[in-house]
């Protein structure tokens, strides 16, 4: 099964941020998303903040 939630530690991995910056670019997703503080952030929502292609992000989790 594919993930399809994005964690700040995988922000980490992806684009080499710190931790705190991670979880800023988390929150700003699911800011931007419209979801409310706590609900989960998807490959989705973080692509169209970031711009980042959807299928390489999923690829690079679920390897």
Known sequence: MQRIC??????VALTGRSYDA???LVRRAREAAGKPA????TVQDFCR???????EVS???NS
């Open 6 to 11: 994005l964690y700040p530690k995988d922000v």
């Open 22 to 24: 991670a979880k800023r």
């Open 49 to 55: 903040l970031t711009g980042l292609d959807e299928e």
């Open 38 to 41: 706590g609900a989960l952030v």
């Open 59 to 61: 690829r690079a989790l």
